[in-house]
Structure formats: C-alpha cells, structure tokens
Nanobody
Framework: QVQLVESGGGLVQTGNSLSLSCAAS????????LAWFRHVPGKEREFVAGIRFIEGQPGYSDSVKDRFIISRDKAKSTIYLHMNNLKPEDTAVYYCAAGRNWLNRNEGWYESWGQGTQITVSS
C-alpha cells in the first residue's frame, strides 16, 4: 500500500521561498506520476506540479510554472516542491499524490494521497 508523508510548509512572507518534501513508500513507483495538488476551502483541489517518478519528466500548472520547481530523488523515494516568489494566492493546503498516469492533472487519476500541509503566504 502506497503511503505518502509530506513535510515542510508553514508561514512565509510574499516573495520568499519555501520547499516541501513528500516521502513515498509501499511501491517502486514505476509507471507512476507523483504530484502536488493544493486546496483552498470553497474551491476545487488544483493540480500544481507533477513528475514522472522514473523518467523524471515534470509538468506544471500555468500559475506556478515560472516559480515552482518539482524534483525527485529516486534513491530516497522522495519528491520535492521548491516554491519561489510566493504570492498570497499560493496560500492553501498542499497535498502529495501518487497515481499510475502520465502527468495527468485530474485528481481522479491519483490513488494515494498524503495528509496535506498548510502553506500561508502573508502580504
């Protein structure tokens, strides 16, 4: 059974940087995309960035593609989200997700989810 554990997050000022980690276990993740989604109350959960775990190919939403970088360490079965130039609209609960798909942005294609971590960007 796949388990995902996020770490990082917290309170940061506008324009600053922050990084998240997601440690994955319970699989080899061959054929998987590991991704970050975020959720704001009252809105749908939004795809932020994803990465093909074996191939390393990344994908980004338009809202973060010039500011966020997703990476992975295969040896540690961990993915990272490096967030630069954070904005108040980046405030959300960030979730790590894993699914057997090719960088799909629909949350329905992800079978496993972490518990989420709050990021708050103050103006």
């Amino acid at each position: 059974q796949v388990q995902l554990v996020e770490s990082g997050g917290g309170l940061v000022q506008t324009g600053n940087s922050l990084s998240l980690s997601c440690a994955a276990s319970g699989g080899t993740f061959s054929g998987y995309t590991l991704a970050w989604f975020r959720h704001v109350p009252g809105k749908e959960r939004e795809f932020v960035a994803g990465i093909r775990f074996i191939e390393g190919q990344p994908g980004y939403s338009d809202s973060v593609k010039d500011r966020f970088i997703i990476s992975r360490d295969k040896a540690k079965s961990t993915i990272y989200l490096h967030m630069n130039n954070l904005k108040p609209e980046d405030t959300a609960v960030y979730y790590c997700a894993a699914g057997r798909n090719w960088l799909n942005r629909n949350e329905g294609w992800y079978e496993s989810w972490g518990q989420g971590t709050q990021i708050t960007v103050s103006s």
